[in-house]
């Protein structure tokens, strides 16, 4: 699998009274998408965001997010597909856990495996929505298959020296409720 090149510019103070065409450095936010992550004061995860036309979600974030008052700093990554943003932003939101954030912010809980995709696949879905607490402590569990030994069936039953009654058919049509 290889990884997508992507842009990151350095995390930089904000002037969230700037007018809008300087919301932005020079570079950022060109690519197909971009990944934003604002910060407070003491460097606190604020929100974090991913949009094909930052400018534009920038202003709107202006006029009606109750965090940007308190936005102090940005941080901006460009990525040459969008699907590639989208990955990049849950990843950052699940790692920093900004406090504005409501997507996101919880793990799934549930994860329908199909065995026929592969392992390869499978361990992709896991590394994509499982912290990685998780995905170590699984890792660790799978390489110690003794940890979880194979049940045992008891001994077939033994009929030696048995006087067996004869053997009726059951037939459960016949049988009395």
């Not at 592969?118 to 660790?140: K, Q, T, Y």
Request: proline letters at 10%; a positive charge; one cysteine or more.
């Amino acid at each position: 699998m290889i990884k997508e090149q992507a842009r990151h510019f350095p995390v930089r103070p904000f002037d969230r009274n700037a007018r809008p065409r300087d919301l932005l450095a020079r570079g950022e936010g060109g690519g197909a998408s971009a990944v934003y992550r604002f910060y407070a004061h003491g460097r606190q995860p604020l929100y974090i965001g991913v949009s094909s036309c930052l400018s534009v979600r920038l202003a709107d974030h202006r006029r009606t997010s109750p965090w940007w008052s308190l936005a102090e700093y940005i941080a901006v990554s460009c990525y040459r597909s969008h699907k590639a943003a989208e990955a990049a932003e849950v990843a950052a939101i699940m790692a920093e856990r900004p406090i504005f954030n409501r997507q996101g912010m919880t793990a799934r809980t549930r994860m329908e495996i199909r065995f026929e995709d592969g392992a390869e696949s499978i361990a992709a879905e896991l590394h994509r929505i499982a912290s990685p607490d998780l995905v170590r402590d699984l890792a660790r569990l799978l390489a110690a298959p003794e940890l979880f030994p194979t049940p045992v069936a008891p001994p077939p039953p033994c009929f030696d020296g048995l006087a067996m009654a004869p053997v009726r058919p059951m037939n459960p049509e016949n049988e009395a409720t």
